[in-house]
């Protein structure tokens, strides 16, 4: 794991210095050593989070005769197989996995990307090509952003460390700052909330050379969207399922360095942890760590609606794990609001990032690595919103017997999430209200994302590759990396997203449960009063509750001059919404929308105003 950066200039000869800024501006994301490779047009740097091949994994790496040099970000966790392969037909002088990339590039060329089961971001400079070659893994794992102007092409794990070209402009992407404003959309495509900054899509790679970028998808999923409603083969698709999963983690627990867990007490991050001490137990690891303790790292709080301390009980009990426990607080947020901000580069959602935050400094305490249970979610249909694309989809397939079993079987899940976003409707014009008029003007018409509602399977595909699962995994990189850990994503493993797009898509939803085909997988494996929760909560924060706590603080600056003076937002009527909620007056539609504006203010003092 590693922070990575580089530039490359046809028409001039690289600052060395600059690429050296840039490589010190990631530090956090490798603390343990630096490395750079300069040819008269190219640059490249490296900051590294030793891992795997400790001693001999000094970056940037090279091939036998060093006419190709590569920085890496991320693991390849099939890497010893794919050496296995490469070893007779190439010299070796590392045990790393990213000597297998540069290797596996001179063997398969482009096409080298699709060997790879793992988390990456890499740039390799091909001396006899006079080419970059850059990748990222199918899911986005690891970032990778870039600028190019027709000319100079520069790239980097994080956007701060671009900036340390000081003749890039820093100038805020309004276009995205709208969106996210209103609708609360980020990391859906390209474009950064930084003009002229673009990210490299997750399975995407791209070739820099004279002639300009050209980026390709290299891998895509193939989706099923029909049902099936036997059970026939329920069993045979748990049991596959679950070989699967057992195999993902257990290939995610090769490491060199202490290995710990996210637990929240959902069942995903539980799922995860009983694996990994089945595999702890009966030697199903590397043999440094057979008979260790596992480590869980947990958010919890004083207030019932999102302390899941019971659950993460009920993991303990049943495999003796050692717990560790943090507990987030609003003023603890205020107070490292700007420094997360910092990390994440980009505005985000909302304030419960900060529980994953937290957790990860706990991490660092004790472990280098974590495993947690990201994922899960979108590709197993966790989340509520989802029963109703499926209820509507049973409809028009004229499934009324199986549609109506299905509502009276989750009508203890759905009925409260109705009544909700009923209560709720939209609100568009209200927080529209708090925008100032003439930013409004310019941007009304909305740029949407593709829909994809209608259909349950696809909006599935869309949430892994578009919508949900991108942000989320920006948010566990940066939050992780921030304090130099490694996070890890077991459910991500494209051999499972694969099989269960393959799948009759209600297998995702089945007699009234989520996650049907993990519930059935883990049975007798993962403790019941966790295989059956039908409460949702994840690594969640108090969000009402914290506004409140903070009202002093908000409020000064809200009231602020500087307030006043941004072009995007409406003072008054921002200040007349915080009183509405002091009072009650309000739901989760303007709590979300107030605090996008919160943050996105705390990321226009970082890092606009300076």
């Known amino acids: ?205 791209m070739i820099v050379d004279k002639k300009g970028i050209r980026i390709k998808r290299y891998w895509n999923l193939r989706v099923n969207n029909k049902f099936d409603f036997s059970s026939k ?59 260790e303790k596992q480590k869980t790292f947990s958010a919890v709080y004083k207030d019932k609606d999102v302390d899941e301390r019971e659950y993460i009980e009920e993991v303990a009990k049943n495999t003796g794990i050692e717990k560790n426990f943090i507990f987030p607080t609003s003023q603890n947020l205020w107070k490292e609001m700007k420094n997360l901000v910092y990390h994440q580069d980009e505005p985000f959602g909302g304030p419960s990032i900060f529980a994953q935050w937290s957790v990860m400094k706990l991490a660092r305490k004790k472990v280098t690595v974590v495993l947690d249970g990201q994922g899960g979610d979108e590709i197993l249909a966790g989340y509520i919103p989802y029963y109703g694309i499926y209820f509507f989809n049973l409809f028009q397939k004229k499934q009324f017997v199986h549609l109506s079993k ?52 696809k909006f599935l595909y869309s949430e892994v590759t578009q919508n949900s699962i991108p942000r989320l995994l920006r948010y566990e990189d940066k939050n992780a990396m921030a304090f130099s850990i490694e996070p890890r994503t077991p459910f991500l493993d494209h051999r499972i997203v694969e099989y269960l797009f393959s799948l009759p898509v209600n297998q995702r939803i089945k007699n009234g449960w989520t996650k049907y085909i993990l519930r059935k997988a883990v049975k007798g494996i993962v403790p019941e009063k966790i295989r059956k929760r039908r409460s949702k909560i994840g690594f969640a924060v108090p969000e009402e509750k914290w506004l409140l706590e903070l009202k002093g603080k908000i409020r000064k600056l809200i009231e602020s001059e500087k307030i006043r003076k941004r072009k995007y937002f409406n003072q008054k009527e921002i200040i007349k919404m915080f009183e509405a909620i002091n009072h009650g007056k309000h739901d989760d539609s303007y709590i979300r929308a107030f605090w996008r504006i919160l943050i996105l203010e705390f990321w226009l003092e970082v890092f606009i105003d300076k």
């Open 1 to 205: 794991m590693c922070g990575i950066c580089g530039m490359t200039d046809f028409s001039s000869v690289i600052d060395k210095n600059l690429v050296k800024r840039m490589t010190r501006t990631l530090k956090h994301r490798g603390p343990n050593d630096e490395g750079w490779f300069f040819d008269k047009n190219v640059g490249l740097g490296n900051r590294r989070l030793s891992i795997i091949g400790i001693e001999t994994g000094h970056q940037p790496i090279h091939n036998e005769d060093k006419t190709i040099w590569i920085t890496q970000n991320g693991e390849i966790y099939n890497f010893q197989e794919l050496r296995e392969i490469l070893k007779g037909k190439h010299k070796f002088y590392t045990e790393t996995d990213t000597e297998v990339i540069i290797h596996a590039y001179e063997e398969w060329g482009e096409k080298c990307v699709t060997k790879f089961n793992g988390m990456w971001a890499f740039a390799i400079w091909d001396s006899k090509k006079k080419r970059l070659f850059l990748s990222r893994d199918r899911f986005g794992e690891k970032p990778l952003y870039y600028f190019f102007d027709g000319r100079k092409f520069v790239f980097a794990s994080e956007i701060k460390s671009i900036f340390q070209d000081e003749k890039i402009r820093k100038n805020p992407n309004d276009k995205k700052i709208y969106e996210y404003l209103l609708y609360g959309l980020h990391d859906s495509d390209e474009d950064t909330f930084f003009e002229k900054i673009e990210r490299l899509l997750p399975a995407h790679y």
């Open 233 to 291: 083969k329920d069993e045979e698709y748990a049991r596959k399922f679950y070989e699967l999963l057992e195999d993902s983690i257990r290939l995610r627990l090769v490491s060199e360095v202490p290995i710990g867990t996210c637990l929240s007490g959902g069942l995903d991050s539980s799922t995860v942890a009983v694996i990994i001490n089945k595999l702890l137990v009966s030697g199903g690891v590397s043999k440094e760590m057979v008979g």
């Open 406 to 457: 299905e509502i009276l079987l989750s009508l203890d899940l759905t009925l409260p999430f109705v009544k909700k976003f009923f209560a709720e409707s939209k609100h568009e014009s209200e927080i529209k209200r708090m925008l100032n008029s003439s930013f409004v003007s310019a941007f009304n018409k909305r740029s949407k994302t593709k829909w994809q509602g209608n259909d349950l399977a």
